[in-house]
Protein backbone atom coordinates (compact mmCIF):
# COMPACT_ATOMS: atom_id res chain seq x y z
CA UNK A 1 0.00 0.00 0.00
CA UNK A 2 1.54 3.47 -1.06
CA UNK A 3 0.36 6.62 0.69
CA UNK A 4 3.27 9.35 0.80
CA UNK A 5 5.87 9.68 -1.40
CA UNK A 6 8.81 7.13 -0.79
CA UNK A 7 12.71 8.18 -1.31
CA UNK A 8 14.29 4.38 -2.73
CA UNK A 9 17.20 3.07 -1.79
CA UNK A 10 18.72 0.57 -4.49
CA UNK A 11 17.33 -3.06 -3.86
CA UNK A 12 14.61 -1.79 -1.90
CA UNK A 13 10.82 -3.26 -3.35
CA UNK A 14 7.78 -1.44 -3.39
CA UNK A 15 3.88 -3.02 -3.94
CA UNK A 16 2.60 -0.65 -6.60
CA UNK A 17 -1.23 -0.69 -5.19
CA UNK A 18 -3.35 1.76 -4.40
CA UNK A 19 -4.25 3.27 -0.50
CA UNK A 20 -6.73 0.28 -0.35
CA UNK A 21 -4.63 -2.48 -1.43
CA UNK A 22 -5.93 -2.60 -4.75
CA UNK A 23 -3.60 -3.07 -8.08
CA UNK A 24 -2.60 -0.05 -10.05
CA UNK A 25 -3.71 -0.09 -13.76
CA UNK A 26 -1.42 2.53 -14.99
CA UNK A 27 1.74 3.83 -13.76
CA UNK A 28 4.26 6.54 -15.39
CA UNK A 29 7.85 5.76 -15.52
CA UNK A 30 9.90 9.38 -15.51
CA UNK A 31 13.62 9.88 -16.00
CA UNK A 32 14.95 13.26 -15.72
CA UNK A 33 19.04 14.02 -15.64
CA UNK A 34 21.00 17.50 -15.91
CA UNK A 35 24.39 17.91 -17.54
CA UNK A 36 27.46 17.99 -14.58
CA UNK A 37 27.90 21.44 -14.40
CA UNK A 38 31.60 20.96 -13.45
CA UNK A 39 32.61 18.57 -16.15
CA UNK A 40 34.40 19.26 -19.11
CA UNK A 41 37.94 21.81 -19.16
CA UNK A 42 37.19 23.72 -15.90
CA UNK A 43 33.80 23.63 -16.16
CA UNK A 44 33.27 24.40 -20.06
CA UNK A 45 33.20 21.93 -23.18
CA UNK A 46 30.93 18.73 -21.34
CA UNK A 47 28.87 17.58 -24.30
CA UNK A 48 25.15 17.56 -24.85
CA UNK A 49 24.37 14.31 -22.93
CA UNK A 50 21.62 12.53 -24.90
CA UNK A 51 20.23 9.71 -22.47
CA UNK A 52 17.28 7.32 -23.70
CA UNK A 53 14.74 5.74 -21.66
CA UNK A 54 13.87 2.46 -22.44
CA UNK A 55 11.12 -0.29 -21.30
CA UNK A 56 12.50 -3.82 -22.12
CA UNK A 57 9.65 -6.67 -21.29
CA UNK A 58 10.21 -10.47 -20.48
CA UNK A 59 8.67 -12.96 -20.91
CA UNK A 60 11.25 -15.71 -17.72
CA UNK A 61 14.64 -14.65 -19.21
CA UNK A 62 13.51 -14.37 -22.94
CA UNK A 63 12.76 -10.66 -24.40
CA UNK A 64 9.70 -10.20 -25.34
CA UNK A 65 9.40 -6.61 -26.66
CA UNK A 66 11.15 -2.97 -25.68
CA UNK A 67 9.95 0.38 -26.20
CA UNK A 68 12.40 2.93 -26.66
CA UNK A 69 13.29 6.56 -29.15
CA UNK A 70 13.08 4.54 -32.18
CA UNK A 71 9.83 1.94 -31.46
CA UNK A 72 7.61 3.88 -29.47
CA UNK A 73 5.49 0.91 -28.17
CA UNK A 74 5.40 -2.60 -27.76
CA UNK A 75 3.56 -4.76 -29.69
CA UNK A 76 1.02 -5.31 -26.95
CA UNK A 77 0.43 -1.99 -26.89
CA UNK A 78 0.43 -1.71 -22.66
CA UNK A 79 4.04 0.08 -22.82
CA UNK A 80 4.32 3.34 -24.72
CA UNK A 81 7.47 5.88 -25.14
CA UNK A 82 6.20 9.68 -24.98
CA UNK A 83 9.19 10.69 -27.09
CA UNK A 84 13.08 11.50 -27.21
CA UNK A 85 14.55 13.96 -25.19
CA UNK A 86 18.47 15.03 -26.77
CA UNK A 87 19.92 16.95 -23.99
CA UNK A 88 18.07 16.78 -20.69
CA UNK A 89 17.44 20.38 -21.05
CA UNK A 90 14.62 22.18 -19.27
CA UNK A 91 12.98 21.49 -15.84
CA UNK A 92 10.98 18.08 -14.97
CA UNK A 93 10.64 14.33 -16.41
CA UNK A 94 13.47 14.15 -19.47
CA UNK A 95 11.55 11.07 -21.23
CA UNK A 96 8.89 9.32 -19.85
CA UNK A 97 7.26 5.80 -20.35
CA UNK A 98 3.96 5.05 -19.78
CA UNK A 99 3.22 1.30 -18.47
CA UNK A 100 -0.67 0.08 -18.69
CA UNK A 101 -0.36 -2.78 -16.66
CA UNK A 102 -3.33 -4.78 -16.80
CA UNK A 103 -2.88 -4.30 -20.65
CA UNK A 104 0.70 -6.22 -20.30
CA UNK A 105 0.68 -9.23 -22.27
CA UNK A 106 -0.27 -11.89 -19.95
CA UNK A 107 3.09 -13.80 -20.20
CA UNK A 108 5.69 -10.83 -19.56
CA UNK A 109 6.21 -10.72 -15.96
CA UNK A 110 9.22 -8.44 -16.05
CA UNK A 111 9.48 -5.04 -17.26
CA UNK A 112 13.30 -3.32 -16.73
CA UNK A 113 13.80 0.69 -17.26
CA UNK A 114 17.10 1.61 -18.12
CA UNK A 115 18.63 4.77 -19.13
CA UNK A 116 21.77 4.32 -21.87
CA UNK A 117 23.95 7.22 -23.20
CA UNK A 118 23.27 7.18 -26.68
CA UNK A 119 26.76 8.99 -28.12
CA UNK A 120 28.49 6.48 -25.59
CA UNK A 121 29.51 9.16 -22.83
CA UNK A 122 29.46 7.66 -19.76
CA UNK A 123 27.20 8.77 -16.94
CA UNK A 124 30.16 10.67 -14.94
CA UNK A 125 28.85 13.78 -17.48
CA UNK A 126 25.46 13.24 -15.59
CA UNK A 127 24.03 14.71 -12.60
CA UNK A 128 21.03 14.17 -10.52
CA UNK A 129 19.63 11.41 -12.64
CA UNK A 130 16.12 10.08 -11.09
CA UNK A 131 13.32 7.98 -12.29
CA UNK A 132 10.11 8.68 -10.35
CA UNK A 133 7.01 6.45 -10.44
CA UNK A 134 4.14 8.19 -10.94
CA UNK A 135 0.09 6.79 -10.72
CA UNK A 136 -0.90 7.79 -13.65
CA UNK A 137 -4.45 8.09 -12.68
CA UNK A 138 -4.35 9.95 -10.09
CA UNK A 139 -1.18 11.93 -11.23
CA UNK A 140 -0.12 11.22 -7.57
CA UNK A 141 3.69 10.69 -7.09
CA UNK A 142 5.07 7.33 -5.45
CA UNK A 143 8.27 6.86 -5.13
CA UNK A 144 11.43 7.98 -6.40
CA UNK A 145 15.20 7.06 -6.70
CA UNK A 146 17.47 9.53 -7.17
CA UNK A 147 21.39 9.06 -7.84
CA UNK A 148 23.78 11.91 -6.98
CA UNK A 149 27.30 10.66 -8.36
CA UNK A 150 27.91 9.91 -11.60
CA UNK A 151 28.32 6.49 -12.78
CA UNK A 152 31.08 5.06 -15.15
CA UNK A 153 29.46 3.40 -17.08
CA UNK A 154 27.15 3.62 -20.31
CA UNK A 155 23.69 2.90 -18.93
CA UNK A 156 21.37 2.60 -15.78
CA UNK A 157 19.30 -0.08 -14.88
CA UNK A 158 16.78 2.02 -13.10
CA UNK A 159 14.19 0.02 -11.73
CA UNK A 160 12.31 -3.67 -12.42
CA UNK A 161 8.21 -4.24 -12.40
CA UNK A 162 7.53 -7.78 -11.48
CA UNK A 163 4.18 -9.20 -11.82
CA UNK A 164 3.56 -11.10 -8.25
CA UNK A 165 3.54 -14.97 -8.45
CA UNK A 166 0.26 -14.93 -6.33
CA UNK A 167 -2.18 -12.39 -7.83
CA UNK A 168 -1.53 -12.11 -12.34
CA UNK A 169 -3.48 -8.38 -11.91
CA UNK A 170 -0.51 -7.12 -9.18
CA UNK A 171 2.93 -5.63 -10.04
CA UNK A 172 5.53 -4.40 -7.55
CA UNK A 173 8.45 -2.43 -8.30
CA UNK A 174 12.10 -2.99 -7.43
CA UNK A 175 14.83 -0.05 -7.47
CA UNK A 176 18.02 -1.26 -9.22
CA UNK A 177 20.40 1.84 -9.87
CA UNK A 178 23.08 0.23 -11.23
CA UNK A 179 25.74 1.16 -13.94
CA UNK A 180 25.78 -0.96 -17.00
CA UNK A 181 27.98 -0.90 -20.00
CA UNK A 182 25.23 -0.09 -22.74
CA UNK A 183 24.21 2.56 -25.30
CA UNK A 184 21.93 0.97 -27.27
CA UNK A 185 18.48 -1.12 -25.91
CA UNK A 186 18.46 -3.44 -28.20
CA UNK A 187 21.78 -4.54 -26.82
CA UNK A 188 20.86 -4.86 -23.20
CA UNK A 189 19.24 -7.33 -23.36
CA UNK A 190 21.69 -10.07 -21.98
CA UNK A 191 22.78 -7.95 -19.08
CA UNK A 192 19.64 -6.64 -17.84
CA UNK A 193 18.65 -10.63 -17.72
CA UNK A 194 20.79 -10.44 -14.22
CA UNK A 195 18.43 -8.45 -12.69
CA UNK A 196 15.29 -10.89 -13.32
Not at 115 to 127: I, P
Request: hydrophobic share 40%; with cysteine; proline share 3%.
Amino acid sequence: MIGAMIALQPGQELALTDDDGHPLRRVRLGVGWDKERTAGFIGTGAPEIDLDASAVQFRGRELFDLAFYNHLATRDGSVVHQGDNTSGSGAGDDEVVVVELGSVYHQVDAVVLLVSSYQGHTLEWVDNAYCRIVDDERDVELARLTLTAGVPQTGLALAVLRRTADDPEAWTLRALGEGIAVSKPTDAVEVLRRFL
